[in-house]
Protein backbone atom coordinates (compact mmCIF):
# COMPACT_ATOMS: atom_id res chain seq x y z
CA UNK A 1 0.00 0.00 0.00
CA UNK A 2 1.30 3.17 -0.48
CA UNK A 3 2.56 5.52 2.64
CA UNK A 4 0.20 8.45 3.56
CA UNK A 5 0.83 11.93 2.33
CA UNK A 6 0.67 14.15 4.89
CA UNK A 7 -0.79 17.63 3.85
CA UNK A 8 1.23 20.35 3.32
CA UNK A 9 1.13 23.18 6.15
CA UNK A 10 -1.26 26.09 5.48
CA UNK A 11 0.63 29.12 3.87
CA UNK A 12 1.04 32.22 6.26
CA UNK A 13 -1.78 35.03 5.54
CA UNK A 14 -0.53 37.40 2.58
CA UNK A 15 2.47 35.10 1.50
CA UNK A 16 -0.02 33.76 -1.89
CA UNK A 17 -0.41 35.77 -4.53
CA UNK A 18 -4.00 36.08 -5.67
CA UNK A 19 -4.99 34.94 -8.76
CA UNK A 20 -8.35 34.53 -10.99
CA UNK A 21 -11.40 36.98 -9.76
CA UNK A 22 -9.55 38.21 -6.43
CA UNK A 23 -6.65 39.23 -8.75
CA UNK A 24 -8.58 41.00 -10.95
CA UNK A 25 -10.71 42.88 -8.26
CA UNK A 26 -7.03 43.56 -6.38
CA UNK A 27 -5.89 45.31 -9.27
CA UNK A 28 -9.29 47.27 -10.35
CA UNK A 29 -9.10 48.71 -6.74
CA UNK A 30 -5.70 49.65 -6.71
CA UNK A 31 -6.33 51.58 -10.07
CA UNK A 32 -9.20 53.42 -8.79
CA UNK A 33 -7.25 53.67 -5.41
CA UNK A 34 -4.39 55.32 -7.43
CA UNK A 35 -6.67 57.95 -9.66
CA UNK A 36 -8.80 59.12 -6.42
CA UNK A 37 -5.51 59.34 -4.67
CA UNK A 38 -4.08 61.46 -7.62
CA UNK A 39 -7.53 63.45 -7.87
CA UNK A 40 -8.53 64.08 -4.56
CA UNK A 41 -5.40 63.39 -2.39
CA UNK A 42 -5.32 61.19 0.77
CA UNK A 43 -7.71 63.52 2.78
CA UNK A 44 -10.41 62.62 0.27
CA UNK A 45 -9.87 59.39 -0.55
CA UNK A 46 -12.90 57.29 0.68
CA UNK A 47 -13.52 53.41 0.53
CA UNK A 48 -16.95 53.74 -0.83
CA UNK A 49 -16.00 55.74 -3.79
CA UNK A 50 -13.22 53.44 -4.42
CA UNK A 51 -15.26 50.85 -4.64
CA UNK A 52 -17.69 52.63 -7.14
CA UNK A 53 -15.08 53.22 -9.25
CA UNK A 54 -13.58 49.92 -9.55
CA UNK A 55 -16.97 48.52 -10.23
CA UNK A 56 -17.28 46.20 -7.27
CA UNK A 57 -19.03 45.95 -3.84
CA UNK A 58 -18.42 47.94 -1.20
CA UNK A 59 -18.39 45.05 0.66
CA UNK A 60 -15.85 43.63 -0.97
CA UNK A 61 -13.20 46.70 -0.10
CA UNK A 62 -14.24 46.98 3.19
CA UNK A 63 -13.55 43.39 4.20
CA UNK A 64 -10.06 43.37 2.14
CA UNK A 65 -8.71 46.56 3.01
CA UNK A 66 -10.71 47.57 5.52
CA UNK A 67 -9.16 51.59 6.25
CA UNK A 68 -8.00 53.85 3.83
CA UNK A 69 -4.16 53.47 5.12
CA UNK A 70 -4.25 50.11 4.41
CA UNK A 71 -5.17 50.37 0.83
CA UNK A 72 -2.78 52.88 0.45
CA UNK A 73 0.01 50.38 1.76
CA UNK A 74 -1.21 47.41 -0.61
CA UNK A 75 -0.89 50.07 -3.27
CA UNK A 76 2.82 50.48 -2.25
CA UNK A 77 3.85 47.06 -2.03
CA UNK A 78 1.88 46.82 -6.05
CA UNK A 79 4.16 49.75 -6.94
CA UNK A 80 7.00 48.45 -5.56
CA UNK A 81 6.58 44.78 -7.55
CA UNK A 82 5.71 46.68 -10.77
CA UNK A 83 8.69 49.01 -11.08
CA UNK A 84 11.00 49.21 -13.90
CA UNK A 85 14.37 47.71 -13.92
CA UNK A 86 17.52 49.42 -13.43
CA UNK A 87 19.48 50.80 -16.25
CA UNK A 88 22.58 49.42 -17.66
CA UNK A 89 24.52 51.83 -19.60
CA UNK A 90 28.01 50.62 -18.66
CA UNK A 91 28.80 53.75 -16.61
CA UNK A 92 28.27 54.59 -13.37
CA UNK A 93 27.47 58.08 -14.18
CA UNK A 94 24.96 57.07 -17.30
CA UNK A 95 23.25 54.99 -15.14
CA UNK A 96 23.01 57.41 -12.34
CA UNK A 97 21.29 59.76 -14.83
CA UNK A 98 18.74 57.02 -16.22
CA UNK A 99 17.91 56.82 -12.55
CA UNK A 100 17.42 60.48 -12.00
CA UNK A 101 15.25 60.88 -15.18
CA UNK A 102 13.27 57.99 -14.00
CA UNK A 103 12.36 59.65 -10.87
CA UNK A 104 11.89 62.97 -12.48
CA UNK A 105 9.29 61.49 -15.22
CA UNK A 106 7.69 60.35 -12.17
CA UNK A 107 7.21 63.06 -9.86
CA UNK A 108 6.62 65.22 -12.77
CA UNK A 109 4.02 63.00 -14.20
CA UNK A 110 0.16 64.51 -14.27
CA UNK A 111 -0.79 61.47 -12.46
CA UNK A 112 2.19 60.22 -10.06
CA UNK A 113 3.22 62.87 -9.23
CA UNK A 114 -0.01 64.24 -7.10
CA UNK A 115 0.00 60.43 -6.40
CA UNK A 116 3.31 60.49 -4.39
CA UNK A 117 2.50 62.94 -2.75
CA UNK A 118 -1.11 61.68 -1.21
CA UNK A 119 1.31 58.90 -0.45
CA UNK A 120 3.82 60.44 1.21
CA UNK A 121 0.96 62.49 3.12
CA UNK A 122 -1.07 58.77 4.29
CA UNK A 123 2.41 57.55 5.64
CA UNK A 124 2.15 60.60 7.90
CA UNK A 125 -0.67 59.45 9.46
CA UNK A 126 -0.45 55.57 9.76
CA UNK A 127 2.74 53.32 10.56
CA UNK A 128 1.40 50.81 8.69
CA UNK A 129 1.47 53.20 5.53
CA UNK A 130 4.60 54.71 6.89
CA UNK A 131 6.19 51.27 6.98
CA UNK A 132 4.71 50.29 3.04
CA UNK A 133 6.54 53.56 2.03
CA UNK A 134 9.95 52.63 3.30
CA UNK A 135 9.85 49.37 1.90
CA UNK A 136 8.68 50.72 -1.45
CA UNK A 137 11.90 52.85 -1.00
CA UNK A 138 14.04 50.22 -0.41
CA UNK A 139 12.60 47.97 -2.52
CA UNK A 140 13.30 50.74 -5.36
CA UNK A 141 17.17 51.81 -4.01
CA UNK A 142 18.45 48.13 -3.88
CA UNK A 143 17.29 47.43 -7.32
CA UNK A 144 19.78 50.23 -8.64
CA UNK A 145 22.22 49.68 -6.16
CA UNK A 146 23.24 46.93 -8.09
CA UNK A 147 24.21 49.51 -10.83
CA UNK A 148 26.48 51.32 -8.58
CA UNK A 149 27.57 47.60 -7.11
CA UNK A 150 28.86 47.07 -10.79
CA UNK A 151 30.88 50.44 -10.95
CA UNK A 152 32.96 49.25 -7.68
CA UNK A 153 33.69 45.99 -10.12
CA UNK A 154 34.58 48.57 -13.10
CA UNK A 155 36.90 50.33 -10.55
CA UNK A 156 35.28 53.26 -10.84
CA UNK A 157 34.57 53.57 -6.97
CA UNK A 158 36.76 52.41 -4.03
CA UNK A 159 34.86 49.17 -2.23
CA UNK A 160 34.19 50.53 0.55
CA UNK A 161 31.20 52.69 -0.91
CA UNK A 162 27.67 52.60 0.54
CA UNK A 163 26.07 51.67 -2.62
CA UNK A 164 22.77 52.46 -1.30
CA UNK A 165 23.89 56.03 -0.34
CA UNK A 166 24.79 56.77 -3.53
CA UNK A 167 21.55 55.94 -4.80
CA UNK A 168 19.81 57.57 -1.90
CA UNK A 169 22.00 61.28 -2.67
CA UNK A 170 20.27 60.97 -6.60
CA UNK A 171 16.49 60.91 -5.91
CA UNK A 172 16.88 63.40 -2.25
CA UNK A 173 17.45 66.68 -4.09
CA UNK A 174 14.35 65.81 -6.40
CA UNK A 175 12.04 64.77 -3.86
CA UNK A 176 13.14 68.17 -2.00
CA UNK A 177 11.94 70.17 -5.05
CA UNK A 178 9.00 68.34 -4.80
CA UNK A 179 7.64 68.69 -1.38
CA UNK A 180 9.70 71.16 -0.25
CA UNK A 181 11.19 74.22 -2.40
CA UNK A 182 9.03 74.24 -5.52
CA UNK A 183 11.97 74.01 -7.57
CA UNK A 184 11.82 73.42 -11.32
CA UNK A 185 12.06 69.90 -11.88
CA UNK A 186 13.40 69.50 -15.42
CA UNK A 187 16.38 67.17 -17.08
CA UNK A 188 18.65 69.76 -16.28
CA UNK A 189 18.25 69.49 -12.39
CA UNK A 190 18.08 65.52 -12.24
CA UNK A 191 21.16 65.20 -14.62
CA UNK A 192 22.38 67.98 -12.11
CA UNK A 193 21.73 65.47 -9.13
CA UNK A 194 23.06 62.42 -10.68
CA UNK A 195 26.59 63.65 -11.34
CA UNK A 196 26.65 65.52 -7.96
CA UNK A 197 26.23 62.28 -6.53
CA UNK A 198 28.81 60.64 -8.90
CA UNK A 199 31.38 63.49 -7.93
CA UNK A 200 30.51 62.77 -4.23
CA UNK A 201 31.04 59.26 -4.85
CA UNK A 202 34.63 59.47 -6.16
CA UNK A 203 35.38 61.70 -3.99
CA UNK A 204 34.73 58.94 -1.27
CA UNK A 205 31.86 60.70 0.44
CA UNK A 206 29.85 57.49 0.70
CA UNK A 207 32.28 55.93 2.35
CA UNK A 208 31.58 53.19 4.84
CA UNK A 209 34.53 53.47 6.21
Known amino acids: MPEPVNPAPAPEPGTVRPG ?13 AGDALAEQGFAALDLAEVAQRAGVGKTTVYR ?22 RADTGSLAGDLRANAQLVRRTLTDARQGPLFKAMIAAATCSEQTEAALHRFYETRIEEWAGCVEQAVLRGELADTTDTREVV ?7 YYRLLASGGPLDEATADRAADAAVAAAKAGAYSRS
Open 20 to 32: GRTARVRAAVLEA
Open 64 to 85: RWGTTTALVADLLLDMAEQSAP
Open 168 to 174: RAVSAPL
